[in-house]
């Protein structure tokens, strides 16, 4: 995704959680990782968390 590679992660990725990590990432912008973990269901990966930073950058 960061290269502009058009790639559908989305069969990986805990989309149940989609709201939760999104509000959190907002909520909580410039944190670690591990905090923003911290404070999401224990099933939320740090793959998750990273693919929707790097989807919400590209819809600003």
Same mark, same amino acid.
């Given at each position: 995704?960061? &290269?502009? %590679?058009?790639?559908? !992660?989305?069969?990986d990725i805990h989309t149940q959680?989609?709201? $939760?990590?999104?509000?959190?990432? &907002?909520? %909580?912008?410039?944190? !670690? ?9 224990? $099933? ?17």
């Amino acid at each position: 995704m960061k &290269h502009g %590679m058009d790639i559908d !992660l989305e069969k990986d990725i805990h989309t149940q959680y989609e709201k $939760e990590i999104c509000n959190t990432i &907002h909520f %909580m912008s410039g944190a !670690l990782l591990r905090d923003i973990k911290a404070n999401l269901p224990s $099933e939320v990966t740090y793959f998750d968390i990273n693919y929707y930073i790097e989807k919400m950058k590209k819809s600003k």
